[in-house]
């Protein structure tokens, strides 16, 4: 018999060490090829995002404008009844004394009265407007803050990938997988939800 049983364990750790790397290997592929995806989807998402949120802020910012209109229309309306009131006041004033009220400032309260409805209608017509506009830009900003939320998932789905490259475990990276999946899913949901 034999002293000692013959086998070559240099071979045998060349085989196991290949098999490690190979295995390692397509870890890291997978970490690597996942990371550049998210990380191109979160650019795009990103991107939707900020274009949101200036969407809405030139929506608010026309809200405010047509606010604006609607006050400096609402003024012009109480100048109207004010005048109005000026001219009624006169004319008490002329029957008052006993003295006909001129035609002309008769005629005065009637016509500014008249003015007034126009100028309402138009008020109110700015102030719909306003609204309308408002309303798109909260609608778009609760669209930004949905897509601010999946780019933080995407993120952290990164960052896990990152994590699971450095410790080699699938369990990072079945998280990032998540995390990931749920960003987009996120995302898409909105873009859908908020067309």
Do not use: C
């Amino acid at each position: 018999m034999p002293d000692e049983i013959e086998f070559d364990t240099d071979k045998l750790r060349e085989t196991i060490d290949h098999e490690i790397e190979r295995s390692d290997g397509r870890l890291l592929r997978l970490v690597a090829l996942t990371t550049a995806i998210l990380a191109a989807v979160t650019a795009v998402v990103s991107l939707h995002a900020g274009s949101t949120v200036n969407e809405a802020l030139v929506l608010k910012s026309e809200a405010t404008q047509l606010q604006a209109r609607a006050s400096d229309q609402w003024a012009y309306y109480q100048a109207k009844g004010i005048k109005g009131a000026v001219a009624a006041s006169a004319a008490t004033a002329y029957a008052a004394t006993g003295r006909p009220t001129p035609d002309s400032l008769r005629l005065v309260p009637a016509r500014y009265a008249a003015d007034q409805v126009s100028i309402q209608a138009e008020a109110r017509k700015l102030e719909a407007e306003r609204d309308v506009k408002s309303a798109e830009a909260d609608a778009l900003l609760a669209a930004h803050h949905h897509l601010a939320f999946a780019v933080a998932l995407l993120q952290v789905a990164i960052a896990l990938g990152a994590v699971a490259a450095l410790t080699q475990q699938r369990f990072a990276l079945a998280l990032s997988a998540l995390s990931g999946l749920a960003g987009i899913i996120l995302a898409l949901w909105t873009a859908v939800r908020h067309q």
